[in-house]
């Protein structure tokens, strides 16, 4: 599919930015899950036995998910299963592909007329997320393509998805495909795709894949991407899955035939260590849909929300671009993180990608940085009562942003063996030159 970029006026995005800070599932979405369910069941949703039987299903699979080796197995063999990813899972990962759809959009990575390949989409979350967001949109041609292996995930997947989309114009549903993902032939891919997306793809996968082969499936499915199309990977936010996606992500981009274009930054031409790389971003709360108020009903009901909309996500592309294009150059004024041994104590200057929103407490606003060199997490801590105008591109900077810290105090964590840059009266935060800053920031 060809097309010009997609161009929405900053307005319409800022409109779109502002619905999605309190999203809520579609009414018609809600309407047609529902409907799915009572077809499975044969009863009403809200029937007590369907509802006790959902929360049975969604405790199990909670408990898979925090096992660890051999033993974490998550499959979606019986209704029950798909059920309860519907009602727990679905409504965060449905958020959260909208934010970063609009993440896509502000970078001018999509196209007016775009060509998608969603792999292994379960019951279609991220079609129905992109369907939401184009009507929200009201602009663009939409084709997308899906590929999915488990037989109740595909029967789902069905009944939902082109149920959702026939009312949105501009919007094409093609025959899904049913194949393990990791085996599908590849004269059955459809190629020239704008975006390739794995969304909870990677933690569901095997055990026995290892990363260097899951990097192999993900070069393999490169050859669907279009010359300048772009790959999404999106994963949960916990310790485990967020540094398994940067530890793929850069097995996947080692080679030179994807370049790592977002979150992470290579400010020194460095490859990262990525061991203690929790980096996620977070995009607020989902309002709970119907089917999880009724589960939440009764005692112990909060194990049965789940509206945290937090995500650990890496953007891949076939031409080399990256979303920052600053290089440090030789004599530049900043000490690489690498160096910090060294100076705990001294007042320096440094340049780092901004890895999390604040994670702070009431006294401290607290963010994670990377620049690319440091084997230890680095952390800038902004004291309430430094907060104000030297500050504030701080307070407004999006996740992946590179900024230059003037004037910052290196100390050294013991208790978390990390290090802690302390912004004080003196310091200053502003962007570098050639960064790429917009005159409107969104909130990721």
Same mark, same amino acid.
């Given at each position: 599919?060809?097309?010009?970029?997609?161009?929405?006026?900053?307005?319409?995005?800022?409109?779109?930015?502002?619905?999605?800070?309190?999203?809520?599932?579609?009414?018609?979405?809600?309407?047609?899950?529902?409907?799915?369910?009572?077809?499975?069941?044969?009863?009403?949703?809200?029937?007590?036995?369907?509802?006790?039987?959902?929360?049975?299903?969604?405790?199990?699979?909670?408990?898979?998910?925090?096992?660890?080796?051999?033993?974490?197995?998550?499959?979606?063999?019986?209704?029950?299963?798909?059920?309860?990813?519907?009602?727990?899972?679905?409504?965060?990962?449905?958020?959260?592909?909208?934010?970063?759809?609009?993440?896509?959009?502000?970078?001018?990575?999509?196209?007016?007329?775009?060509?998608?390949?969603?792999?292994?989409?379960?019951?279609?979350?991220?079609?129905?997320?992109?369907?939401?967001?184009?009507?929200?949109?009201?602009?663009?041609?939409?084709?997308?393509?899906?590929?999915?292996?488990?037989?109740?995930?595909?029967?789902?997947?069905?009944?939902?998805?082109?149920?959702?989309?026939?009312?949105?114009?501009?919007?094409?549903?093609?025959?899904?495909?049913?194949?393990?993902?990791?085996?599908?032939?590849?004269?059955? *891919?459809?190629? =020239?795709?704008?975006?390739?997306? !794995?969304? /909870? #793809?990677?933690?569901?996968? @095997?055990?026995?894949?290892?990363?260097?082969?899951?990097?192999?499936?993900?070069?393999?499915?490169?050859?669907?991407?279009?010359?300048?199309?772009?790959?999404?990977?999106?994963?949960?936010?916990?310790?485990?899955?967020?540094?398994?996606?940067?530890?793929?992500?850069?097995?996947?981009?080692?080679?030179?035939?994807?370049?790592?274009?977002?979150?992470?930054?290579?400010?020194?031409?460095?490859?990262?260590?990525?061991?203690?790389?929790?980096?996620?971003?977070?995009?607020?709360?989902?309002?709970?849909?119907?089917?999880?108020?009724? *589960?939440?009903? =009764?005692?112990?009901?909060?194990? !049965?929300? /789940? #509206?945290?909309?937090?995500? @650990?996500?890496?953007?891949?592309?076939?031409?080399?671009?990256?979303?920052?294009?600053?290089?440090?150059?030789?004599?530049?004024?900043?000490?690489?993180?690498?160096?910090?041994?060294?100076?705990?104590?001294?007042?320096?200057?440094?340049?780092?990608?901004?890895?999390?929103?604040?994670?702070?407490?009431?006294?401290?606003?607290?963010?994670?940085?990377?620049?690319?060199?440091?084997?230890?997490?680095?952390?800038?801590?902004?004291?309430?009562?430094?907060?104000?105008?030297?500050?504030?591109?701080?307070?407004?900077?999006?996740?992946?942003?590179?900024?230059?810290?003037?004037?910052?105090?290196?100390?050294?964590?013991?208790?978390?063996?990390?290090?802690?840059?302390?912004?004080?009266?003196?310091?200053?935060?502003?962007?570098?030159?050639?960064?790429?800053?917009?005159?409107?920031?969104?909130?990721?």
């Amino acid at each position: 599919m060809t097309g010009q970029g997609l161009v929405i006026a900053e307005k319409d995005l800022d409109r779109l930015e502002h619905s999605l800070r309190h999203l809520a599932l579609p009414v018609p979405l809600q309407n047609i899950i529902e409907s799915y369910i009572e077809k499975k069941v044969g009863k009403k949703w809200d029937d007590p036995i369907v509802l006790e039987r959902m929360r049975t299903a969604i405790a199990a699979q909670k408990r898979d998910y925090w096992k660890e080796g051999s033993q974490r197995q998550i499959r979606y063999r019986t209704g029950y299963s798909v059920i309860a990813y519907l009602a727990y899972h679905l409504p965060v990962f449905f958020g959260q592909f909208q934010h970063l759809l609009l993440r896509l959009t502000r970078d001018g990575l999509l196209r007016d007329e775009i060509r998608i390949l969603d792999v292994g989409s379960g019951p279609g979350v991220v079609p129905l997320a992109i369907t939401d967001f184009f009507r929200r949109l009201g602009h663009g041609m939409v084709s997308i393509h899906a590929l999915e292996g488990s037989d109740e995930q595909y029967e789902a997947y069905q009944f939902l998805v082109p149920g959702f989309a026939k009312e949105v114009p501009g919007i094409r549903i093609e025959t899904p495909i049913q194949a393990d993902l990791t085996t599908i032939s590849d004269t059955r *891919l459809p190629r =020239g795709n704008d975006l390739v997306i !794995f969304s /909870n #793809v990677q933690n569901e996968m @095997s055990p026995s894949i290892t990363e260097q082969r899951a990097a192999m499936i993900l070069h393999r499915y490169a050859e669907c991407l279009s010359d300048e199309g772009t790959m999404v990977i999106m994963e949960p936010a916990d310790l485990a899955n967020a540094t398994h996606l940067r530890r793929i992500s850069l097995a996947t981009t080692s080679s030179g035939a994807l370049s790592l274009y977002a979150p992470c930054t290579f400010l020194w031409g460095r490859r990262c260590a990525t061991d203690r790389c929790w980096s996620f971003v977070s995009s607020g709360d989902i309002q709970p849909p119907r089917v999880m108020e009724a *589960l939440a009903q =009764g005692p112990h009901g909060y194990r !049965f929300l /789940n #509206v945290d909309m937090k995500a @650990s996500f890496a953007l891949l592309r076939k031409d080399g671009r990256t979303r920052c294009q600053h290089q440090v150059s030789p004599g530049a004024p900043f000490l690489p993180f690498s160096e910090l041994p060294r100076h705990i104590g001294h007042v320096v200057n440094v340049i780092a990608g901004v890895m999390s929103g604040d994670i702070g407490d009431s006294n401290h606003r607290v963010f994670l940085v990377c620049d690319g060199t440091s084997v230890k997490p680095v952390y800038v801590i902004l004291p309430y009562h430094h907060t104000g105008n030297k500050t504030r591109t701080l307070m407004e900077a999006e996740y992946g942003d590179v900024l230059e810290f003037h004037e910052i105090l290196v100390r050294y964590n013991r208790s978390y063996d990390a290090f802690n840059l302390l912004l004080t009266g003196r310091s200053r935060v502003i962007p570098p030159p050639s960064s790429m800053r917009k005159a409107k920031k969104s909130r990721y």
